[in-house]
């Protein structure tokens, strides 16, 4: 990937134990939601959503393991050593990957706006059963 795409930069991420590391493009000041769901609230995930093109995992494919339950959509992806999902196939964006903004390095985030999303009411929030469609 390169290091900086269109007001874009590179950022680099993981578990807890390092053994699953990646890569995303995104901006230097994030825009991320906290969704209010099960399995969100409980562990705390923000959401950076992104395409796939602006995704890379690094290392560590060998350590993850997959979660699904309700509509088995979304893949949850976790390392297999440290239970960290630092990112995952959601099922508002199946085309894309969701990365756990508190899985990032330190050193290129400026600011995180955090936005709050109601998916305890899936349906109603999200009419299609799809979230905005995501920009390359």
Known sequence: MSQATGGMIQHTGGCHCGR???EVIAP???EVTDCNCSICSKSGYL???VPKSRFRLISGAE??????FNTRTARHLFCSVCGVKS???PRSHPEGYSVNARCLDEGTVEEMRVTPVD???WESSHPGGRGKPLED
Do not use: I, S
Request: aromatic share 24%; glycine share 4%; proline share 0%.
């Open 20 to 22: 699953v590391r990646f």
């Open 28 to 30: 230097a000041r994030l």
């Open 47 to 49: 959401h950076l959503t």
């Open 63 to 68: 350590f993850l393991t997959t979660y699904q």
């Open 87 to 89: 990112f995952y196939v």
């Open 119 to 121: 998916g305890k009411n």
